[in-house]
């Protein structure tokens, strides 16, 4: 018996030294430019502009908890030409390592009451490429509220759930800790009504696009990762 309990024992420090060795040390945010969400993102672009009515954040989680996960967060309403209003928000974490996990909008605004109605993947075209993202509808009373957002953790869009947790595997097998952000798009509508929705779905697709081409080549990476650099 003995015998056997020295092997566990020398099992336990083999197993916790190659942890030791195998934990990433490098932390991607490093490489990048310092990012500032405030400068970032303009103001105005292509038909929108920033409304003086900004939009809130909705998250439940306790200062401290956000404070872990986020280094940066902004939210903004935004109005067309044509009087179309969205809103948007984007929180961004230099530290994605798998301890460490964006909150998925799903999650957060469940936690404020909202019964979430739909989630589901689609895709963004654009003309930088094909992004991942995710449609969640949110129904709290007198308020229906139709999502797009998508998550970069490092240089790729990811869905949510194990594409996220493969990728930040990869990353952390290679010594790297990615950075992450969460991009998303919401708008208030009068229903859950299947046409209205996908309207708003729509719309928001329009928004995101017109920010991504509005923005420098070289900044807009920041939003949507570049593959290459993998």
């Not at 949110?138 to 999502?147: L, T, Y």
Request: with cysteine; net charge neutral; proline share 4%.
């Amino acid at each position: 018996m003995q015998y056997k309990a020295y092997i566990a024992l020398l099992l336990m420090v083999v197993a916790s030294l190659m942890g030791m060795a195998l934990r990433p040390d490098h932390m991607m945010v490093a490489d990048r430019n310092a990012i500032n969400l405030e400068s970032l993102i303009p103001k105005q672009f292509n038909q929108w502009q920033v409304a003086e009515l900004s939009a809130q954040l909705v998250n439940p989680e306790l200062k401290e908890a956000v404070d872990k996960v986020y280094a940066q967060t902004l939210s903004r309403t935004y109005t067309s030409a044509k009087g179309d209003v969205v809103m948007l928000s984007i929180a961004y974490g230099k530290d994605q390592s798998d301890s460490v996990g964006l909150h998925l909008p799903e999650g957060c605004y469940g936690g404020q009451g909202f019964i979430i109605e739909k989630v589901a993947r689609d895709t963004l075209r654009s003309s930088f490429g094909d992004i991942h993202v995710t449609r969640v509808l949110a129904n709290k009373i007198g308020r229906v509220e139709p999502i797009t957002y998508w998550l970069r953790i490092g240089n790729k869009i990811t869905y949510p759930g194990w594409e996220t947790k493969v990728t930040k595997l990869r990353y952390g097998l290679s010594g790297t800790v990615p950075d992450g952000l969460l991009m998303r798009v919401s708008s208030i509508v009068p229903s859950t009504d299947n046409t209205t929705v996908q309207d708003a779905y729509q719309l928001q697709a329009k928004f995101a696009v017109d920010l991504l081409e509005s923005m420098a080549s070289a900044e807009r990476p920041n939003l949507i990762g570049d593959p290459k650099k993998d």
